[in-house]
């Protein structure tokens, strides 16, 4: 059996940040409450979804033109991340 299903609250967050309707602080916390999923992957995922999350938190205390990261840039990269992950627990 795939572990695959471990990914969906994070696709799902992620999708509801995309589509306005979770903030980043909640898109960050559901992500980080996904131990099982942590745990069944190397640890470098977990240290580049959390500096992922850390961004995006600090990009949402500015507005888009005034910060260093693009919210925009930060979602393609958690996307990827989610596609990458899912492949690694398949």
Do not use: N
């Amino acid at each position: 059996m795939t572990r695959a299903h471990l990914l969906q609250p994070v696709h799902d967050a992620l999708e509801a940040f995309s589509h306005g309707t979770l903030s980043a602080s909640g898109l960050s916390t559901t992500a980080r409450a996904q131990t099982d999923l942590l745990a069944a992957l190397p640890p470098r995922y977990a240290e580049v979804l959390h500096g992922l999350l850390d961004r995006l938190e600090s990009s949402a205390l500015f507005s888009e033109e005034s910060c260093s990261f693009s919210q925009k840039d930060l979602v393609d990269s958690l996307r990827m991340w989610v596609e990458k992950a899912r492949a690694a627990i398949a």
